[in-house]
């Protein structure tokens, strides 16, 4: 198997085999970054259906929908961060795991983002708003759950779950323009990295994604 080109911020914890599904942009170069600043991201999918995210009423990102998270402080762990922050942010917590690696470069932050993304598949405690985040539950749309391979079709039964019932979809246009490439992957349960470039005014530049490969 020929070794894929991972860009500069892409680093793989353990040696496993993946495929690129993604990349495009119209930037020949991968932007340079000075310093690197670890976060989480954490999403509860119930029943492959729904999805919970966050509304961010202020500070980097505001406006914008997505799962619950934020910086790794001093002395904590990836994973005790994004349990912290699932509880601050949305009140809940949930037996979260380790899903993907995502690095953003967004021109004139002072640092790179190096991501780890977790999922849970339930949760425990009252979902509560804050004064940073609004949560809300979307049904997964069926373009967010691709088929497993390119000459089979996507079983969509999953949008007339009960549990998705009467929910919005999940709102691309209100969320970074990254989401939609490793999201899917994320719900499929493949183990995913990738990077992604933004310009000032959150347009991304440049763009690359991998993952593990599908079951056939
Ligand atoms: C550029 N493309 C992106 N696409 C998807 N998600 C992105 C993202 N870039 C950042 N994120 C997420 O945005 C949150 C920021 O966290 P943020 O609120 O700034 O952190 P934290 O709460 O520690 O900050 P303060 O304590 O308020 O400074 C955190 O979940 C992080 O994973």
């Given at each position: ?32 970054y000075?310093?690197?600043?670890f ?6 999918i ?27 402080d ?5 994973i ?5 922050e ?17 690095f ?58 009960k ?13 970074w ?13 493949r ?14 530049l ?10 056939s």
């Amino acid at each position: 198997m020929h070794t894929l080109h991972l860009p500069p911020g892409v680093e793989l914890q353990h040696n496993i085999s993946l495929v690129e599904t993604a990349n495009g942009g119209a930037s020949e170069q991968w932007v340079d970054y000075k310093k690197v600043k670890f976060y989480t991201n954490a999403f509860v999918i119930i029943n492959d259906a729904k999805v919970l995210l966050g509304y961010k009423k202020r500070g980097f990102g505001q406006g914008l929908w997505n799962g619950f998270g934020g910086k790794v402080d001093p002395g904590e762990t990836s994973i005790q961060a994004a349990q912290r922050e699932l509880e601050e942010e949305a009140g809940i917590n949930a037996p979260l795991e380790h899903c993907g690696v995502l690095f953003f470069v967004v021109d004139g932050a002072d640092a790179a983002f190096n991501i780890d993304v977790y999922r849970a598949n339930e949760y425990t405690g009252t979902i509560t708003e804050t004064d940073e985040m609004r949560p809300a539950w979307f049904s997964i749309q069926k373009e967010m759950l691709p088929p497993v391979n390119s000459h089979t079709t996507a079983d969509c039964s999953s949008t007339s779950d009960k549990h998705a019932e009467g929910l919005p979809p999940i709102p691309l246009g209100q969320m970074w323009a990254d989401d939609e490439f490793w999201m899917p992957l994320m719900f499929s349960g493949r183990p995913f990295v990738g990077r992604a470039d933004f310009d000032a005014d959150s347009k991304m530049l440049k763009w690359w994604f991998a993952a593990t490969p599908a079951e056939s």
